[in-house]
């Protein structure tokens, strides 16, 4: 019995001699595994499909009982590859596909999740690399897997007054006011300044991860740091391991002194 999904790769392992490991984000069925025999050897079954930013159809099988997915064979719907040239649009977009593989559980699909990594992509095509549009994509994922961060009020009291003493504590629930700030302690405990408070505001408010993308321009790269800062503490704690696209991303940054954080 075979099946179709859309879907995208997240990423790729071999696996024996000729064959390749396949993680996919799909419609019907969210994260899977499936074994792409003889890919290592030939890829014409897949039609270039097994890439980062390929939108295909997958056509899936799975034995009764069976835990893996194979891989029949697969089709482009659409695709982002010209940004393959882009270092910093590919570690983005990398970025991206390890967010999804690491805060969402296997096989538990949500509808919004492709249509989320579909506007990432475009995003990088039509705009460039931006840090708002990585916010945009991280506060929404957290969303989806049931975590949403509290910005504008505190999470433990509900308190809407920020103004002072307020930190970021993502293992409580993101914004904690100042008086119930004294039990938060972690290692990813952050300072919550007010401005930090308005851009990632505003980047909720734009929705789409294009759309973001104007709030870069409205805040200071020490806002846009601090709001890196506060969500990926948050994202770290949660993934409980450091995020390899996120490291890649931070020797590019230091490779390119001058250019923006991530
Ligand atoms: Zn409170």
């Known amino acids: ?39 290592r050897r030939s890829q014409r079954r897949f039609a270039g499909a ?17 835990e893996l997915w194979s891989l029949e064979s697969a089709d482009i719907v659409r695709e982002w590859t010209r940004l393959a040239t882009d270092v910093i649009a ?11 593989s690491s805060l969402l559980p296997a096989e538990a699909p949500d509808p919004d999740v492709l249509e989320l990594v579909v506007a990432a992509w475009d995003s990088l095509a039509d705009h460039g690399p931006s840090p708002a549009a990585l916010r945009a994509v991280e506060l929404r994922l957290l969303d989806i897997s049931g975590h949403r961060p509290a910005i504008d009020q505190c999470a433990i009291c509900g308190a809407t007054d920020l ?37 990632l505001g505003a980047v909720l408010a734009a929705g789409t991860p294009s759309e973001a993308q104007v709030v870069d321009g409205q805040f200071s790269a020490t806002d846009r740091l601090a709001a890196r800062d506060v969500v990926l503490a948050m994202v770290r704690g949660l993934v409980g391991k450091p995020l390899r696209s996120l490291e890649y991303i931070a020797k590019l940054g230091a490779a390119q002194r001058g250019t923006d954080a991530p």
Not at 50 to 66: I, N, Q, W, Y
Not at 90 to 100: D, K, N, P, R
Not at 168 to 181: E, H, L, N, T
């Open 1 to 39: 019995m075979s099946e179709q999904a859309l879907g995208v790769v997240l990423k790729t392992t071999p696996l024996r001699e000729s064959d390749l490991l396949i993680t996919l984000y799909t419609d019907t069925h969210g994260r899977i595994s499936a074994v792409a025999r003889g890919a």
């Open 50 to 66: 097994l890439s980062l930013l390929v939108l295909a159809k997958f056509e899936l099988g799975r034995k009764p009982r069976g």
């Open 90 to 100: 590919v570690a983005h977009a990398s970025y991206v596909a390890e967010l999804v």
């Open 163 to 199: 103004d002072t003493g307020a930190v970021f504590d993502g293992a409580r629930g993101g914004a904690i006011c100042r008086r119930c700030a004294a039990m938060s302690r972690g290692a990813g405990v952050r300072v919550f300044e007010a401005t930090t408070r308005a851009y």
